[in-house]
């Protein structure tokens, strides 16, 4: 079976945007951030000071990070799970931190993308 293109890959599960995100989050995976995120995706991240990101913002931050891997170990569980909807927690445990990214999923025109992003740091 021949291996499909990493911007070829289809977003047919959430699992599978949920994988993608990872990608690009952790391993500078680039190919596919313009199917990734809704049009009206924000990030927010919380700490002393909250800051919000757009679609827009995120995106150009992922593409200059294009190839860089962090290095983290990274675990994902889907809290919840409906036709059209879900929410994962994404933990990435690095050296002596971890950061946790609460993400919200929407299935569009049979595409899951990541409509929201909330980040905590511990």
């Not at 150009?60 to 994962?88: H, S, W």
């Amino acid at each position: 079976m021949a291996s499909v293109k990493p911007e070829e890959r289809n977003l047919i599960t959430a699992d599978l945007a949920i994988d993608e995100y990872v990608g690009a989050m952790t391993e500078g995976q680039v190919a596919n951030l313009d199917k990734l995120f809704t049009a009206d995706f924000d990030q927010k991240i919380c700490g002393k000071q909250d800051l919000k990101h757009s679609r827009h913002e995120m995106i150009e931050f992922l593409k200059k990070q294009k190839g860089i891997k962090m290095n983290c170990r990274t675990t994902t569980q889907i809290v919840e799970e409906l036709p059209d909807y879900a929410i994962a927690k994404v933990t990435m445990q690095f050296d002596g931190f971890a950061k946790t990214d609460l993400i919200t999923l929407v299935k569009e025109n049979g595409t899951w993308k990541i409509s929201k992003s909330v980040n905590s740091y511990k």
